[in-house]
């Protein structure tokens, strides 16, 4: 939904499927924001809508975003859950999950274990 309303295609999905804002095409309408199922949209400081972008530039190197590699729980996983062999698809696998607001339409992709 966030994708769809925004006047300006500065919410777009990126290779890879995660959800990204650029800034410098956002007008800063907010509907993206209002128009969230997961609530996590907000508007910067600076005037554009921002949300997590699971630290893309990492990503790209082929590291893990930071949170993951910073969790002191070692409870969050992030990777390709279409190759069987990454521990995220084992995990999925094995263990019961759940995401949030299917309903929406967005095929999440951020899985909560259950």
């Known amino acids: 939904p966030c994708v769809r309303c925004c006047p300006t295609d500065a919410s777009f999905v990126a290779e ?3 959800v990204m804002v650029e800034p410098s095409k956002c007008i800063g ?8 199922p997961y609530d996590v949209r907000f508007m ?7 949300k997590c972008t699971f630290c893309s530039h990492r990503v790209k190197e082929g590291k ?7 969790c ?25 999950w759940h ?3 299917p ?3 967005t095929k999440p992709q951020v899985y909560y274990l259950t």
Do not use: M, W
């Not at 309408?29 to 969230?36: K, T």
């Not at 910067?44 to 921002?50: D, N, R, S, V």
């Open 64 to 70: 893990d975003p930071a949170c993951v590699d910073v």
């Open 72 to 96: 002191p729980t070692n409870c969050l996983y992030f990777g390709d859950i279409d190759d069987p062999k990454t521990e995220i698809a084992q995990i999925l696998k094995k263990r019961k």
């Open 16 to 18: 890879g499927g995660i």
């Open 44 to 50: 910067h400081p600076e005037g554009y809508a921002a």
């Open 29 to 36: 309408c907010g509907a993206c924001v209002e128009s969230c």
């Open 103 to 105: 309903e929406a339409g």
């Open 99 to 101: 995401t949030l607001a």
